[in-house]
């Protein structure tokens, strides 16, 4: 189950187009990432440098990095230097890429329901929700925190059954940030990442 839960992360692949709806952000980004997978899961499962390609193509400009890496590091980002920041959004952002690439070849859109928007659009931070159909017939409410950027609206947060992937990995930092250095988890960060990339 977990796997299939993580590839709702796929939807952060969300276009942040200037003048749509949250929702709207959220229905396109289930429609693009189910046509840049049609056809090419085997493909992709085999060859993960071409999987986290794809998804970094239209991941990076459309995802707040900054933002959910920010919050994520929480009072850690205070303390932190330039450099360490940089550092750490690039290697956070990285670990995403790793960490849910292979949930995303399960994703299916036949399987989201994007629910009305009930939100205030006039406000800086915002919530979609959506319920996701498991094989099983079990009904998963999975919800998107989405920023208001110049741009557009920018996904930062996912809520999978009242689990945020920003609260959980702050969490699981905090205490390794705790036991070690800030300095210690990036480098971490880094070596998986580069490793994965075979570097």
Do not use: C
């Not at 499962?45 to 933002?67: K, V």
């Not at 919050?71 to 932190?80: E, I, M, N, Y």
């Amino acid at each position: 189950m977990r796997r299939i839960l993580v590839g709702i992360l796929g939807l952060l692949l969300a276009s942040g187009a200037l003048g749509q709806s949250p929702n709207d952000v959220v229905q396109e980004a289930a429609e693009e990432l189910a046509e840049a997978i049609e056809g090419r899961k085997d493909e992709l499962a085999n060859d993960p440098a071409a999987l986290y390609a794809l998804i970094d193509e239209i991941l990076l400009p459309r995802f707040d990095r900054q933002y959910s890496a920010q919050l994520v590091l929480g009072k850690h980002w205070r303390s932190a230097d330039d450099s360490q920041r940089d550092r750490f959004v690039d290697a956070f952002y990285r670990s995403l890429l790793r960490r849910y690439s292979d949930g995303v070849l399960e994703y299916d859109q036949n399987k989201v329901e994007v629910l009305p928007f009930r939100g205030d659009e006039s406000e800086p931070r915002v919530v979609v929700r959506t319920i996701v159909s498991l094989e099983d017939g079990t009904a998963v409410p999975v919800n998107y925190g989405l920023v208001r950027r110049d741009a557009g609206w920018l996904m930062f947060d996912v809520t999978i059954e009242g689990i945020s992937y920003v609260r959980n990995f702050r969490t699981e930092l905090n205490a390794e940030i705790q036991a070690t250095s800030l300095d210690a988890v990036i480098e971490r960060l880094e070596a998986e990442a580069a490793e994965d990339a075979g570097e």
